[in-house]
Structure formats: structure tokens, C-alpha cells
């Protein structure tokens, strides 16, 4: 039997990594990755413990929301990767640096 | 070792891998694609977690939806963010990364601390839930009980999250629209 500890183990190295990824990188379509990431670790978490509600399922519907709101999230940011790509012709977050106007 | 134990461990071997991967590689299409990988791995893990629709959800709205708009705005931005991972090769890296590794390394020892401690499987209500049989069995069909949950009980968040995708989609059409010449 899979244990909640080994989900949870799971979920903390792939939101660790979600965070590297988001720190360290240079291309804001890789941070977008990585946020993804982190959203995936806290879905798995849901999940897993959602395994334990039979009646009422809060965890798997709560996760299926959470895996809306990603699509939602995602949709805006790319759109405005475009639009700064754009504007920038680069997409390298420290590179942008003045507001509009 | 039960098979589903040795599943788990290949699966969560898979996604944690191929998240390294996708996180360690320089080439920005090779992290896209990588983390298709990741995905399909972590749907594994859904249904290992007995979440068979949360998975197939995952597989269809992740990967048919999310990972499809990436390459495209990858394809869209173009040339440009090539050029910016070919300058980047040559320089000394380790050394500009080393904070970014610092900080998830100290985030995984303290996270980790506090799941050890936390010691789910003892909690209060997830005893009880066994004690009860409010455990999903992995022969049970969870679907038309979620769809019964999702019309009555959780009512009023899916209507919330119904608007707020229909502000986010607006949104993101008003964004990527061309900007009117002035």
C-alpha cells in the first residue's frame, strides 16, 4: 500500500524543483514551466489525500479546479509573454525594465 | 513490494527525473517537451492515488491544452530566445545558479522536516476515515459521485470558477489582440 508520506515526499521534491526553476532561470517561458511545477505538486497533494474522503470527494474536485485555474493562469501569461516579446524582442524577465510609457 | 509500490516508485522516478531534466537543460525546446513527460508521469500518480478522473482531466487539459499553448508561444517569440540560450553556453554558470540551488536545497530540507513530522498517515481524520470506511477502494467508481458533488455541494465554486475562466479567456484574447495604430 502507497502511503500518504510518499505522495507528500514526491510532491515536496517536484515543488523544490518547480521553485529552482523559477529562480534561477532566464526565459520566462521556463519560469511559466516551473510554475506549472509547483501547481502539479499541490495538485498531487490534493489528490492524495482526497483519497481518504469518499463521500463528499473534496479533494479530487478541489483538484480539478486547481488544474482550471493552471489553464487560466497559463492562457493570460503566455499572452502577455507575447505581448512583452512584442514590445522587448526578448523574453528574458531581467532584461525588461521600463513600464508602459 | 507490491506491483502497485514498484508503480509508484517507477512513476514518481519518472516525473521527478524528468522535472530535473526539464529544469537542469539548457535547451528550451528540449524542457517543453521533457515536461510533457513529467506530466504523464504525474497522471500515473493521480491514478495510483485511485483519482482516475483527475487523471484523465490532467491528460486533457495539460497536455492537450497547456503545453500545446506553450509551443505556440514558444514558436510565436521565435528566434530571439534561441540566441539568448546561445550566449548563455559559454559563460561560467555554476556559480550565477548557485542561489537558486541554495534556496530549493534549504526549501526541500525544511518541507521535508515538516512532512516527516507531520506523519500524515496518523492524522486524526484520516484514521477516523479508515476506522469508518469513508476510504475510496481502488474497485469503487468515484466519477458519478464527483459529478453528483460537483452539482450540489461544490455549486457555488464551480460557478465561481466558470466566471473567472470566462474573465481569463476574454482577458487573454484583449491581450494577444494587435494594438490599434495611433
Redesign the interface.
Known amino acids: 500500500m502507497i502511503t500518504l508520506t510518499d505522495f507528500l515526499v514526491v510532491s515536496v521534491m517536484l515543488f523544490c524543483i518547480g521553485l529552482y526553476m523559477i529562480v534561477s532561470k532566464r526565459n520566462a517561458i521556463q519560469i511559466l514551466i516551473g510554475i506549472e511545477l509547483i501547481l502539479n505538486a499541490a495538485i498531487l497533494n490534493l489528490v492524495a489525500f482526497g483519497k481518504h474522503d469518499s463521500v463528499n470527494n473534496s479533494g479530487q474536485i478541489f483538484a480539478l479546479f486547481a488544474i482550471v485555474l493552471a489553464a487560466a493562469t497559463t492562457a493570460v501569461a503566455l499572452a502577455i509573454i507575447l505581448n512583452v516579446y512584442r514590445k522587448y524582442k526578448t523574453i528574458d524577465p531581467g532584461k525588461i525594465n521600463n513600464l508602459k510609457d | 513490494m ?1 506491483f ?2 514498484v508503480l ?1 516508485y517507477f512513476m ?1 522516478f519518472i ?2 527525473v524528468s ?2 531534466y ?2 537542469s537543460t539548457k535547451n ?1 525546446v528540449r ?2 517537451f521533457v ?1 510533457f513527460v ?2 504523464f508521469a ?1 497522471a500515473g ?2 491514478v ?4 482516475d ?2 487523471a484523465v ?2 491528460v486533457v ?2 497536455v492537450g ?2 503545453l500545446v ?2 509551443i ?3 514558436m ?2 521565435g528566434k ?2 534561441l540566441n ?2 546561445q550566449q ?1 553556453k559559454g559563460k561560467f554558470f555554476s556559480m ?2 548557485l ?3 541554495l ?3 534549504l ?2 530540507i525544511v ?2 522536516n515538516v ?2 513530522k ?4 496518523n492524522l486524526g ?2 484514521k477516523d ?2 476506522a469508518t470506511n ?4 481502488p474497485n ?1 467508481v ?1 466519477i458519478d ?2 459529478g453528483v ?2 452539482m450540489t ?2 455549486l457555488l ?2 460557478e465561481a ?1 466558470s466566471i ?2 470566462l474573465m ?2 476574454v ?3 484583449h ?2 489582440r494587435k494594438e490599434a495604430k495611433i
Do not use: C, H
Request: glycine residues 2%; proline residues 2%; without cysteine.
Open positions: 507490491s502497485v509500490r509508484f514518481s516525473a521527478i522535472a530535473l526539464a529544469a528550451l524542457s517543453i515536461f513529467t506530466l504525474l500518480l493521480y495510483l492515488a485511485l483519482a478522473f483527475v482531466t490532467q487539459i495539460y491544452g497547456i499553448l506553450i505556440f508561444a514558444f510565436l517569440s530571439e530566445t539568448v540560450i548563455q550565477a545558479k542561489p537558486a540551488i534556496l530549493a536545497a526549501f526541500f518541507m521535508i512532512v516527516l507531520a506523519d500524515a498517515d481524520w484520516v476515515s479508515i469513508n476510504t475510496i477502494t469503487a468515484m459521485n464527483i458533488n460537483l455541494r461544490y465554486p464551480f470558477i473567472l475562466l481569463a479567456l482577458g487573454a484574447a491581450l494577444s
